[in-house]
């Protein structure tokens, strides 16, 4: 018959076979320094008990951050293990020492038991990667569990770009991740994800507190801002997008303007609804909008959201009377021929209007690719190389039909120029585009014989003027 067991004598059994797991809580966290008083390790408790994060020091400052958890009488950091003798831990041939200084912690807020005010927390501060190389900096969006966050570079000191975090059923949805668990503390935030993964983001600078515009509320302060300078859209496997909204057609509907690289993508439509009170632009429908200080939400009705911030720069209001609007007439096309005689172009494509009289001409549409001969190979940039040309009847194919082309003679109007020439002609090209660009104002008289005659006004907006009059000479 077996014997009870006292509960005191197993607990003392216990403790006895695993005194450096009951221990390590309190000895084990805390900073570590070298013999030189240089900081070395951090550990911070985590989630579940002898896990939790280390930060890495090397010469005083932040190299990076891993996992630490207690196998048997080791602690093992990553690749490397270490252990705690009496008060030190000896870890990579070094004799640590705990430092008396620790992070300030009076208080840890979970996100499962107080999710509002982990929240305000969380949107309320800037946020370091451990290694302080990536910050992060939330802000809430069109609900207390829903916003938008901006990843920055501290290296380069710029965006790399906007994402969308929120809260559901105390689960964290952030950068892609769901984590199951948060805290955040008076120094520091971790996430947990359900591979027992951890993030780990050091509190830093107190956030400003932008002014928010809601589309529902202020309809017209939000459409000027929208209008106002430019919007970025940055991704991290493809081109910056700077979008230029501009209120071509009224005060409230305009075109979208796109930019990736300086070559201008193309347009589409935005509206704003006064029956519904929703923003149209293209065939996407956003029932509500937001500018928050340099940053753009727009909400669809299934709840995803669209985010721009402002790029660095001027930010230049433009209204709908500034907008130069030509009608075409036989009668005078001087205006038209003025604006169409710039160069043009639309992604890749070069477009130039070439008038031979006053109401007929040609519009020429070209792309140029610069080639080279080296060695063997005949290579044309963006376009195709190959070592061998075939010929027969009309047709020319380069290499192994990669390209074909056949021989033709019918007219043409361009012809190739000069690399002098050309420079000349782009310095032409570039004066005329800044003299179309400048704003001006003019006054148009129609007489009763139908003439038009255009009389330029020495002002750039009709915001810069009080009052007209016409009077007797």
């Known amino acids: 018959m077996m014997k009870k067991i006292n509960k005191n004598i197993f607990v003392l059994i216990i403790m006895i076979n695993f005194p450096f797991v009951l221990m390590a809580k309190n000895k084990l966290i805390g900073m570590w320094l070298d013999v030189n008083n240089q900081p070395t390790i951090e550990l911070i408790q985590g989630f579940k008990p002898n896990t939790g994060i280390a930060i890495i020091y090397d010469k005083g400052k932040i190299e990076d951050v891993e996992k630490w958890k207690i196998e048997d009488d080791k602690v093992q950091i990553s690749y490397h293990s270490g252990k705690l003798n009496g008060n030190i831990l000896e870890y990579r041939n070094k004799q640590l020492k705990k430092s008396n200084e620790t992070r300030k912690i009076t208080n840890t807020i979970e996100l499962k038991k107080e999710p509002n005010i982990f929240i305000d927390v969380l949107t309320s501060h800037k946020w370091l990667t451990g290694n302080e190389k990536k910050s992060y900096l939330f802000f809430k969006g069109f609900s207390n569990e829903t916003?938008?966050?901006?990843?920055?570079?501290?290296?380069?000191?710029?965006?790399?770009g906007l994402g969308e975090w929120s809260v559901a059923k105390n689960v964290f949805?952030?950068?892609?991740?769901?984590?199951l668990e948060a805290i955040v503390t008076d120094t520091y935030m971790m996430f947990l994800d359900k591979s027992d993964r951890i993030l780990f983001l050091n509190k830093s600078d107190k956030l400003k507190k932008y002014d928010k515009l809601e589309l529902k509320e202020v309809k017209e302060k939000f459409v000027n801002d929208l209008n106002s300078g430019e919007w970025l859209s940055r991704a991290a496997y493809?081109?910056?997008?700077?979008?230029?909204?501009?209120?071509?057609?009224?005060?409230?509907?305009?075109?979208?303007?796109?930019?990736?690289?300086?070559?201008?993508?193309?347009?589409?439509?935005?509206?704003?609804?006064?029956?519904?009170?929703?923003?149209?632009?293209?065939?996407?429908?956003?029932?509500?909008?937001?500018?928050?200080?340099?940053y753009l939400l727009l909400l669809q009705k299934n709840g995803d959201v669209t985010s721009y911030q402002r790029p660095k720069g001027k930010i230049t209001k433009h209204i709908f009377s500034n907008i130069k609007n030509i009608e075409v007439s036989e009668k005078d096309t001087n205006q038209l021929q003025d604006l169409l005689n710039n160069q043009l172009h639309l992604d890749d494509y070069t477009y130039q209007f070439i008038f031979k009289n006053n109401t007929e001409g040609y519009l020429h549409k070209f792309k140029t690719y610069p080639f080279l001969v080296s060695g063997n190979k005949f290579e044309v940039k963006d376009w195709s190389n190959f070592e061998n040309l075939k010929f027969y009847e009309k047709e020319i194919v380069f290499g192994k039909n990669k390209k074909s082309l056949a021989l033709d003679s019918k007219q043409v109007y361009l012809k190739h120029i000069s690399e002098d020439e050309s420079k000349k002609l782009q310095a032409e090209k570039k004066s005329a585009t800044e003299k179309t660009s400048k704003k001006s104002i003019s006054m148009t008289i129609v007489t009763k014989d139908g003439k038009n005659i255009r009389i330029p006004l020495p002002v750039g907006s009709f915001q810069d003027i009080v009052k007209l009059t016409i009077e007797p000479n």
């Open 238 to 294: 493809s081109s910056d997008t700077i979008y230029k909204f501009r209120p071509v057609f009224g005060d409230l509907s305009g075109l979208k303007y796109s930019y990736s690289k300086n070559i201008y993508g193309g347009a589409s439509e935005w509206e704003y609804s006064l029956k519904t009170g929703s923003l149209k632009m293209g065939y996407t429908e956003y029932i509500n909008a937001q500018i928050q200080g340099p």
């Open 173 to 179: 949805n952030f950068d892609s991740t769901l984590y």
């Open 147 to 160: 916003g938008i966050y901006n990843k920055i570079d501290e290296t380069k000191s710029e965006s790399e």
